[in-house]
Nanobody, 116 residues
Framework: EVQLAESGGDLVQPGGSLRLSCAASIYTYSNYYMAWFRQAAGKEREGVAFINPYGSTNYADSVKGRFTISKDNAKNTLYLQMNVLKPEDTAMYYC??????????WGQGTQVTVSS
């Protein structure tokens, strides 16, 4: 069973930074595809950043150059460093894990609000 717990969401001013964390309870964590998704009010959930078991990363165009996904296999923890935050980054952010890279398990989410 996969269990994911996000933390780090907060209210931040435009231009600010936040780091989200996701503690994963997964037996073979290093073999999993991991990702961050987000869902803004009234919008569909979208993929923000992905990291595969080999450490290769991929980002949505809207966050390239501002967000960085990383993971610590020793701590079973996924991170999302978010810099130069914009109001349009406001959303519930979800950690996700997949063994196959297609079917995802989800955390409960952490709220990020970017506002002055």
């Amino acid at each position: 069973e996969v269990q994911l717990a996000e933390s780090g969401g907060d209210l931040v001013q435009p231009g600010g930074s936040l780091r989200l964390s996701c503690a994963a309870s997964i037996y073979t964590y290093s073999n999993y595809y991991m990702a961050w998704f987000r869902q803004a009010a009234g919008k569909e959930r979208e993929g923000v950043a992905f990291i595969n078991p080999y450490g290769s990363t991929n980002y949505a165009d809207s966050v390239k150059g501002r967000f960085t996904i990383s993971k610590d296999n020793a701590k079973n923890t996924l991170y999302l460093q978010m810099n130069v935050l914009k109001p349009e980054d406001t959303a519930m952010y979800y950690c996700a894990a997949s063994y196959s890279g297609s079917s995802w398990s989800w955390g409960q989410g952490t709220q990020v609000t970017v506002s002055s």
